[in-house]
């Protein structure tokens, strides 16, 4: 799917969320299948907690919360949302 830094993104209802350990596990109950976060995918995860967001919101987060640098923010970005929109884990909020 492409999608802009404006399209608005959200978790899709009915997935779980649980910190094992060290960890973030994300859990589609539809499949049975989970997805171990690592510690920016838990972040963007985080933020998509109860409040849709965009590319470009999500990317300025990870710069101010992880430090992350600007040119690696979006990348890092776009990586998370195709992987758990591939997942059938986030949706389109809005239309861009």
Known sequence: MEFTADT???RREGVITEAVLADVVVLDPQTGRYVRLNRTAALLWELLD???GTPATLA???EQRLGAPAQ???ADV???IEAMLSRGLVEVAAPA
């Open 72 to 74: 690696r923010a979006p």
């Open 8 to 10: 608005v993104f959200r």
């Open 78 to 80: 776009t990586a998370f």
């Open 50 to 52: 109860g409040a849709p």
């Open 60 to 62: 300025a987060a990870l």
